[in-house]
């Protein structure tokens, strides 16, 4: 793995991010995915269902380029959203789709 990819591991969650600048950032993205699928994977026992994993570039309003990485030979789907450890982070930043969440969730459990 680059020095500059940082994977977070809980559970059955993996986290893999870096900061994407030039054309070879995204390249060694997708080397550091193919790393983490087989070499990784092979030494924890870990099998990835890349059905389940997504792609979501967070950025400060500007264009985004978009860029498309694959695990176990799928395309990776991107997502405007995630729940990661019960926050959900969107490409924004800005806490809506969370406070949402949580505002449902709360109005849920006073109904029952």
Known sequence: MHSKTRCRLLADDTLLYRLVKPIADQ???????????????????MVFNASKC????????????????????A???????????????SQDMNGNAHTSHISSTSALCDAL
């Open 27 to 45: 390249a060694q993205l997708q080397q550091d995915l193919r790393n983490l699928e087989v070499l990784e994977a092979a030494e924890w026992g």
């Open 54 to 73: 997504h792609v979501m570039t967070i950025n400060k309003g500007r264009t985004q380029n978009t860029h498309f990485y694959e695990l176990c030979g």
């Open 75 to 89: 395309v990776m789907q991107s997502a405007d959203h995630e729940r990661y450890l019960g926050v959900i982070l």
